[in-house]
């Protein structure tokens, strides 16, 4: 999608805002969003020193090792990028892919508690994203095919299975 304003490069900032029970949708490039009033008086907003997103995030990880029990030494390291625990918890940025699965059962309660779920609910990368879409097309059609089963309604539970042998036979 390009830019509405500059209409030469691609928009990386979708804003939307509502005035008067109207909703704006506004893409943006990152120039175009630079020069952006409402952006520019967020940026401009004096915050307390050392507030950051990586010191709440550094909080609330001493606030969930405090109150769970992590299988994670005092130091553990990431052996494919060489991240350590502390580095990730003052940055909040974690090293390669493998550091999710060396800092596991710290990382996961952490999303699970800020974002009340471990699954990505948002949107899907347009080039990869086929498969992901057909994964939860086939889970949300074998939950429904066990709802149809349950109040016995069996020719619409044929309909859904025969839609998820497809979809599987697709994959």
């Given at each position: 999608m390009?830019?509405?304003?500059?209409?030469?490069?691609?928009?990386?900032f979708?804003?939307?805002?509502?005035?008067n029970?109207?909703?704006?949708?506004e893409h943006?490039?990152?120039?175009?969003?630079?020069?952006?009033?409402?952006?520019?008086?967020?940026?401009?907003?004096?915050?307390?020193?050392?507030?950051?997103?990586?010191?709440?995030?550094?909080?609330?990880?001493d606030?969930m090792?405090?109150?769970?029990e992590?299988?994670?030494p005092?130091?553990?390291?990431c052996?494919?990028?060489?991240?350590?625990?502390?580095e990730?918890?003052?940055?909040?940025?974690?090293g390669?892919?493998?550091?999710?699965?060396?800092?596991?059962?710290?990382?996961?309660?952490?999303i699970k508690?800020?974002?009340?779920?471990?699954?990505?609910?948002?949107?899907?990368p347009?080039?990869?994203g086929?498969?992901?879409v057909?994964?939860?097309?086939?889970?949300?059609?074998?939950?429904e095919?066990?709802?149809?089963?349950?109040?016995?309604?069996?020719e619409?539970?044929a309909?859904?299975r025969?839609?998820i042998?497809?979809?599987?036979?697709?994959?």
């Amino acid at each position: 999608m390009l830019c509405n304003r500059c209409n030469k490069k691609e928009a990386t900032f979708h804003i939307s805002r509502v005035i008067n029970g109207v909703k704006h949708e506004e893409h943006l490039c990152d120039e175009c969003a630079r020069e952006d009033d409402a952006l520019n008086l967020i940026q401009d907003m004096k915050l307390p020193s050392g507030f950051s997103f990586q010191n709440i995030l550094s909080g609330f990880m001493d606030y969930m090792n405090s109150t769970t029990e992590t299988n994670l030494p005092s130091e553990v390291i990431c052996n494919k990028c060489g991240k350590t625990y502390t580095e990730f918890k003052n940055t909040g940025l974690l090293g390669c892919e493998n550091c999710y699965r060396v800092f596991k059962t710290t990382i996961v309660p952490i999303i699970k508690r800020v974002q009340l779920s471990n699954n990505h609910t948002g949107k899907v990368p347009k080039r990869s994203g086929a498969e992901i879409v057909k994964v939860k097309q086939i889970t949300e059609l074998k939950e429904e095919l066990q709802k149809a089963i349950a109040i016995e309604e069996y020719e619409r539970a044929a309909e859904i299975r025969d839609k998820i042998r497809m979809l599987e036979k697709e994959s």
